[in-house]
C-alpha cells in the first residue's frame, strides 16, 4: 500500500489527489473531520472529478454534475441525461503514525 498523506497534515475542507490502482483518485477530510475518498473519474463519461469545497460538493469540470461528498451519492446532474451513477468510493486504512492509505 502506497501512503496518501497523513492525517495531522491534512486541513478541514482539504484535498489530496492520488492515483489508486493506476486510475486517478481524491482524498477529502471534510469540514466535519471526515475522510473520504472516491474515483476522479466521473461514472456518466469519464471526465474530471473535482472538490469544490466552497460548496462542500464534488463536481465533474465536464457536465458540471455534482456529488455529496460524505457518500458520493449525486447531488445534481444535467436533465440530458437520464440517470447518473454515484461516485466509486476507496476504502481507507489509517495506522498508528496517522499515515492514510487506499485499501
Given at each position: 500500500m502506497?501512503?496518501?498523506?497523513?492525517?495531522k497534515?491534512l486541513?478541514?475542507?482539504?484535498s489530496?489527489n492520488?492515483?489508486?490502482?493506476?486510475?486517478?483518485?481524491?482524498l477529502?477530510?471534510?469540514?466535519?473531520?471526515?475522510l473520504v475518498?472516491?474515483s476522479?473519474?466521473?461514472p456518466?463519461?469519464?471526465g474530471?472529478?473535482?472538490?469544490?469545497?466552497?460548496?462542500?460538493?464534488?463536481?465533474?469540470e465536464?457536465?458540471?454534475?455534482?456529488?455529496?461528498?460524505?457518500?458520493?451519492?449525486?447531488y445534481k446532474?444535467?436533465?440530458?441525461?437520464?440517470?447518473?451513477?454515484?461516485?466509486?468510493?476507496?476504502?481507507?486504512?489509517?495506522?498508528?503514525?496517522?499515515?492514510?492509505?487506499?485499501?
Amino acid at each position: 500500500m502506497e501512503k496518501i498523506a497523513n492525517v495531522k497534515n491534512l486541513k478541514r475542507g482539504e484535498s489530496v489527489n492520488f492515483q489508486y490502482k493506476g486510475k486517478d483518485a481524491i482524498l477529502v477530510k471534510t469540514k466535519q473531520d471526515k475522510l473520504v475518498a472516491y474515483s476522479r473519474v466521473c461514472p456518466h463519461e469519464g471526465g474530471t472529478i473535482v472538490w469544490d469545497e466552497s460548496i462542500n460538493k464534488l463536481l465533474c469540470e465536464c457536465h458540471l454534475s455534482i456529488f455529496n461528498i460524505d457518500d458520493g451519492t449525486v447531488y445534481k446532474y444535467s436533465s440530458v441525461f437520464k440517470k447518473m451513477n454515484n461516485l466509486t468510493p476507496i476504502g481507507l486504512k489509517i495506522d498508528n503514525n496517522q499515515d492514510i492509505y487506499a485499501t
